[in-house]
């Protein structure tokens, strides 16, 4: 579903990736772990169209989408929910909801899917007509995820959804996830929680100083000797 092959990018007179390469089949859970700074926001960011690639491919369902809009690339069927959320905070969770959806003419279909984000985060649906800015900080997580569904997206890209959360509400937020993958969707993960990561995603690529050092089954690296010291303090 998303081929990248030896991509560079960053901001300016900043490169921040240095060739690139990672793959997501259809169906898959994808994680990509690695320090602050690493550039793993900025590969999400790239494959969304927020960022322009300095060299190299980016293929979704075989379609290159170097140069292709945000906006377009979202109609494609990627969805970006990024660390800082950008919810409409004057609005209701209701009303961010059904922005989500905007491309979605059935109105059937709409309906099916708020149900849907709604048995993912019951929160969500308690709090349906509160405005999205009084949420607190793991709610306003839950909707930012919700919202990117919305669109009925073939490909989700999460950044740092843990980021700033209670451990209650972190488990939350994994579980949605898994229950996303298990309905069919495709996941990429970007995650600083690495030992919960590892344990529920298919497989993980390790990026430092922007570039891949590590790939592979996700329960193979969490027995990896370096993934183990750098990251779980083992």
């Known amino acids: 579903m ?29 994680a990509l772990i690695g320090p602050n700074g690493a550039g793993k926001s900025t590969t999400l960011k790239t494959i969304a169209g927020l960022v322009t690639p300095l060299k190299g491919q980016i293929n979704f369902n075989q379609q290159s989408v170097i140069g292709v809009p945000a906006y377009e690339i979202s109609q494609m069927g990627v969805s970006f929910i990024s660390e800082n959320l950008n919810l409409f905070t004057n609005m209701s969770v209701y009303e961010n909801l059904l922005l989500g959806a ?10 099916n899917l708020m149900k ?23 709610e306003r997580k839950m909707l930012a995820i919700a919202r990117g569904i919305m669109s009925k997206p073939s490909l989700l890209l999460v950044d740092e959804p843990s980021l700033g959360l209670a451990p209650m509400l972190t488990l939350d937020v994994f579980h949605a996830l898994e229950t996303l993958r298990k309905s069919g969707m495709t996941v990429l993960l ?43 303090g083992i």
């Open 102 to 111: 905007y491309v979605i003419q059935d109105k059937k279909e709409v309906a």
């Open 190 to 232: 970007v995650e600083q929680n690495v030992n919960t990561t590892l344990r529920i995603t298919d497989r993980a690529y390790v990026l430092e100083q922007g570039q891949i050092t590590l790939a592979g089954d996700s329960k193979e690296l969490l027995n990896n000797d370096h993934v183990r010291q750098a990251y779980l």
């Open 116 to 138: 849907f984000v709604f048995s993912l985060f019951p929160r969500l649906e308690a709090r349906q007509f509160q405005l999205a800015g009084t949420l607190s900080g793991g």
């Open 2 to 30: 998303l081929e990248i092959k030896n991509l560079d990018a960053g901001y300016g007179f900043l490169q921040v990736l240095w060739d690139i390469s990672l793959s997501v089949a259809e169906g898959e859970f994808v």
